[in-house]
Each structure stands twice: as C-alpha cells, then as structure tokens.
C-alpha cells in the first residue's frame, strides 16, 4: 500500500473531482459517509452520548455530515464548532447549513477555554477540527482545548489524522495533538502514523477507501510504501525440487570478539534457518568452540586472535554480513578497512562494522553498491549525525544512502528501509523485539537472503517483514515481555508458512 504526502493527497482529491466529475462537497459527503458507516457497524444505535468537535475548513466539513447523519440514525449528538479564525470553507459552510436544518441543538460555539464542555468518561469523541491542511502553530487556547479532549479519557476517533498534527513534518507543540484511540484515515495512510515521536497519537489505524481516482494512485509513486504481505508475497522465491544446497548460496558471518560471541552465534543460527545453503562463521579464536557447539550446521574459520586482526576468505561467499559483536579494536578496524579492499561479495553490515563506518568515513567509498546497513538508532547518529525530529533522520539518511548508493534499514516499532527517494515502512512486528540479539537476527535473515540470488532491495524489505512476522508469532505464545532473540529464530520456519495461509487458516505454498 502507497504511502503519499498531503500534497499528494490533495493533487488525489483533484484528480477525482475532475476524473468522476463530482464536487468538491460531492466528495466530502461520500468520505464521511464511510466514516459514519464505520462508527455505526460498530455502535449499532446505543444511546451512547457522541461530541463531535468541528474546526472551520474541510476536516471539520466531514465531521458535520458525520454529526448530520448520525442524527439522521437517531444518535445523541452535540456538535462543537472551533472557531479559531474567521475563515471558513465553502464546503464546511453548506454542510453547516445542512446540519441547522435537522438539529434540535444548533452546533455550539467554542471560542475560548470557559466555552469547554464537561464528558462523562463513557462518551465518545470525534476529532474533526484539523485535517492535513493544518499550515500553522495552533493558537493557545486550542491548545488547551486539545488537552482538555485528551484528559477526558473519553473513547477518540480522528477524522483522517490526529489534529494538531502536520502530515508532513513534526508538530510544532506536542501538547497539543490529540490523543485518539482510533483514526479513521482516508484512501492511503501517512507517514505519520509510522515514526516514533508522531504514531504515538493514534493507537490504532483504518484506512478506508473512498473512491480516489484509481489512476492518479497507480501512476504516482508516493513518497513510499507500506509493506503487509501482499507486497513481499511477490517478492518471494519459491525452490525447485531438483535444487540442492549449493543452489541457495555459501554465506559468511563475520564479527565476534571476547564476551561477544553470542551475536555471532545468533547471526549464523538465523542464516541458516532463514534458508541459506551453506553457512561459515569467521570469528576470533575465542569463539571456535562456542560456535561448533552450538551451531554444528555451520563451519567456522577461526582468526588467531581474540580480536579479530585478519579478514581473509579463500573462497567468494554469495553474500556476507559482517560487524556483529566485532569490536572496534585499533586492529579489527584496519582489517575492516583492508577487507573492504578486496571484497566484492553483497554486504549487510552492521553494530561495530557501522561503528567503524563512523569512526572511518573513508571506507564507506570502499562499499559495494546496494550494501545494507541495519544501524540501530545511535549507530545511525554516529553515522548522519544529530537530527531534530524523525522527518528532519528521514532527510538526512535518504542523503546519506544516496551519496553511498547503500540501502539503509532505520530499524524501530515501524522499521524503515530507505533506498534512493523511497522509504519502504514494514508493518510487522512488535515492542517485545526491543530486546539484546533481536537485530542480529535481522542481520543473519538478511544475510541469507542474499545468498539465495534475492536482489539487496528485496532482500532487506522481506528480510524485515519476515523478522517482524516471526516475533509477532513468537510474543503470542511468550508475551512481549517473555519474548528473547533466540525465540525470533526458532520461529522464522512460521513466518514463512504465514505468508501462504489463506483466510481460513489453511497453508497454499507455492510449489
């Protein structure tokens, strides 16, 4: 699913009132129908007391042909209109007339904090007072009237996006965004549902369709895409029976040092599990043992060393993945960079492998085309630098990955792969992740990846999906809190199976 800015929103809008030849009020009053048709398949009638807060442009437009048809349908409604300035739209002005005709109440006047209205907990509230037009800070009392919504502890629903927030840009007081329970958002969602500091507002997310002209969204790209498994599913590469292991690529895991050979051991175990043929783990000589043990699958090249001093292969892996656990020793860092040099096998590097990145801006020239990086949040500040908000990191690692030609996973809730312009938002996984070896997980599914002939792109976009699908299915049976790195691996065979189960819970994998 597209993901597209405000601005494409409305060029959408546009495209559809020309193409379907409606109006712009023709328009609103079928969106808020599908909204109205969501909160009353779930509502059913119950006399459940509903306040609709209304601004003055288009946004509060839809939430009074949403308050009109409520009443229609025999609601108990109170309909509030903001009045944060003098300017209305024409489209809120005819459904404002629209809704006088019906209403026993005209809509309530709010134009300071003493007009507030007092709830009951068990109330519902419909946000409509901005919609992605918002272009200005809020004036102060509206402010305050968005706090006053959010300590009601009243059941929420925005209208398309939480008001008070910027679809394209960071909000300018964080106080002043609605807390909403649900939001309702129309056709495609927003990047902001999907960074750190913004998704917080909304809870949970619906995007509805209403009727955008089809081809204005299929020949516009969007500003990036929201993977589900109808976007990785064709991604997938199926094997033939007459393969064998050969077929599916010798890969390597490079990294390990004293203490740190767990990461390694991660890295390898999910490599294979993610289907690689072949697996070696080059590691300092601390780890031989610990590897052979406990990863018998995998053959092991041992440095002399407990830091690793050398990095030589006398073979060309299909892929490598490299950093884990490695260390940052003056002596791992020389061979990294005399590594670089020589390699010419696809790339995931991460932790200490970026970390040296940083510390060596020289060896990023060295990088192979499409190398994947998988920085988490500090890694990734030591390599771009500090960054005012999430939209401001986006901006910075697309010029990054650009200068680099590299593909850059900014790993999170929401972990986004960048390439080039597009951002790719993966929509699995879950807060129980947030836990040590989960991203050397994701290095060593990468990695395996690769080696079985998938393009780096692909690689690193159904290697995310397929990481985050393998910890949903693991938290359900441990809980967030119970769920470890080792429990991600043991469960990607699943996350592979899932991608094939069809609406009732039945298996098609592809033959």
Known sequence: MKIFSGQQMRMADEATMVSAKITSLELMEHAATQIFNLIHSKLKGSPIMIHVFCGIGNNGGDGLVVSRLLLEHGYNVKTYIVNFSDNRSKEFLSNYDRLKEIAKNW????????????????????????????????????????????????????????????????????????????????????????????????????????????????????????????????????????????????????????????????????????????????????????????????????????????????????????????????????????????????????????????????????????????????????????WKDDFDKIIKTKAFAKQYGCIVIIKGYNTITIFEDQLYVNNTGNPGMATAGSGDVLTGMITSLLSQGYDPLHAAVFGVYLHGSAGDIAAQKTSFEGLIAGEIISHIGAAFMELFKTPNGEGQRKK
């Open 107 to 386: 809509p309530i006047q709010l134009k300071c904090e003493e007009d507030f209205p007092q709830f009951n907990q068990e109330d519902i509230v419909i946000d409509a007072i901005f919609g992605i037009g918002l272009s200005r800070p809020l004036m102060p009392w509206v402010v305050s009237l968005i706090k006053h919504l959010n300590t009601s502890r009243c059941f929420t629903l925005s209208i398309d996006i939480p008001s008070g927030l910027y679809p394209d840009k960071a909000p300018d007081n964080p106080e002043g965004v609605i807390f909403a329970n649900i939001t309702v958002t129309f056709q495609l969602p927003k990047l902001v549902f999907f960074l750190p500091t913004t998704g917080v507002y909304t809870q949970d997310l619906q995007v509805i369709d209403i009727g955008l002209d089809r081809n204005f969204l299929i020949q516009n790209p969007g500003i990036g895409v929201l993977i589900n498994k109808n976007e990785v599913l064709p991604l997938y590469r199926p094997r033939h029976k007459f393969s064998h292991k050969g077929t599916y690529g010798h890969c390597v895991i490079i990294g390990g040092s004293y203490g740190k050979m767990g990461s390694v051991v991660l890295a390898t175990k999910a490599t294979l599990k993610a289907g690689a043929g072949m697996v070696t783990a080059y590691i300092p000589e601390c780890g031989y043992e610990i590897l052979q043990t406990t990863v018998p699958e995998a053959m092991v090249i041992a440095d002399c060393d407990d830091e690793l001093e050398e990095i030589t292969l006398d073979f060309k892996p299909t892929a490598i993945g490299i950093g884990i656990g490695m260390g940052t020793d003056e002596k791992t860092v020389n061979a990294f960079g005399e590594f670089l040099k020589e390699n010419e096998s696809p790339l995931v590097i991460d932790a200490d492998g970026i970390n040296i990145l940083a510390k060596k801006p020289e060896f990023l020239e060295k990088l192979p085309e499409k190398t994947i990086l998988t920085p988490h949040p500090r890694e990734l500040e030591r390599l771009i630098g500090e």
